[in-house]
């Protein structure tokens, strides 16, 4: 039995846009990033059990019981998924994110293992949980229906070192995601300097476990040619050949403070994409 939990926002059992193949993705809940452009803003937070959403919701399908800690009941067979829960929130949390444990979780995999290619564990950012990430790879390599499966993880990278080390025995990918290669670019967007993504973009390069960069192109803030030629010269000395993921900027789902962002055409993103292809980058795809 492993008991060591995780905070899981949600579980989606077949993706194939979060790694190669079919992929169950697993989005654990909260982030230390606080991105103007997360169109998942309801993974950022961890709930401090203020009530709000109790009060707004109008099944009672949420409950707060108090105790030390004190614990969120969520009862799904009550939601309407009307996400009148989620608006009132004023950490950007979500009450129906629960704890999982690891052999919960390998249950749920094994249910679904015939018709996958592997594991994506995603956020919100994984490496904040990153002992029930590296426990679940661990008994997902351990387990002879599920050891096929390749393990990947999707991070902002803000992981330290020590943390990657902890986790390549059991790792098989990651995708890293890169706002801007521009330090004020990177901060105006993500609040951090991007030194740290950097570093974790170079180090799972050379220990063969960097599958894809994923970079988001928001015009005004990391598209101009300038900053497109220097992040190509400086993904091709950290990592050369790598697979890009070109994601163009969309405003659904994000919150009011990105209503100034604008979403990129599609010719500055083929233009974009063309630089990277010429600049070594073979593998580089638009989503
Ligand atoms: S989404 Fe579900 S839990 Fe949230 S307010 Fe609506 S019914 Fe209640
Ligand atoms: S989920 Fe948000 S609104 Fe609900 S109790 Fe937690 S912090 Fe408060």
Redo the contacts with the bound molecule.
């Keep these: 039995m492993n008991k060591t939990q995780g905070l899981v926002n949600r579980i989606i059992p077949f993706s194939s846009v979060d790694g190669p193949g079919n992929r169950l993705v697993i989005f654990l809940q909260g982030c230390n990033m606080n991105c103007i452009n997360c169109h998942n803003p309801h993974t950022i937070g961890v709930c401090n059990f203020c009530g709000l959403?109790t009060l707004?919701?109008?099944?009672k399908?949420?409950e707060i019981y108090s105790g030390e800690p004190p614990w969120i009941n969520?009862d799904q067979s009550?939601?309407?998924?009307?996400?009148?829960?989620?608006q009132v929130c004023p950490v950007y949390s979500n009450?129906?994110s629960r704890w999982m444990e690891i052999d919960e979780a390998v249950k749920i995999i094994q249910q679904k293992a015939d018709f996958l290619s592997g594991i994506t564990v995603s956020g919100g950012e994984a490496t904040l949980q990153i002992e029930f990430v590296r426990e679940l790879f661990v008994a997902i390599k351990d387990d002879a229906q599920l050891s096929r499966l390749t393990t990947f993880i999707d991070t902002n990278g803000t992981a330290p070192i020590y943390k990657w080390e902890s986790l390549l025995p059991v790792l098989d990918g990651a995708m890293v995601d890169l706002k801007a290669l521009d330090v004020g670019a990177h901060q105006s967007l993500t609040g951090r300097v991007n030194e740290l993504i950097l570093e974790t973009i170079s180090f799972l390069h050379q220990e063969g476990k960097l599958y894809e960069v994923r970079l988001l192109i928001i015009p005004d803030y990391n598209s101009s040619e300038e900053q497109i030629e220097q992040t190509v010269e400086y993904l091709s000395q950290i990592c050369p050949q790598t697979r890009i993921r070109l994601i163009p900027y969309r405003q659904h789902g994000v919150r009011s403070e990105a209503d100034h962002l604008q979403q990129p055409d599609e010719e500055l993103m083929e233009r974009i994409k063309v630089r990277f292809f010429n600049g070594g980058f073979g593998d580089t795809v638009i989503t």
């Design positions: 959403c707004k919701c109008p099944t399908a949420i969520f009550l939601c309407l998924n009307c996400d009148l829960c989620l009450p129906r």
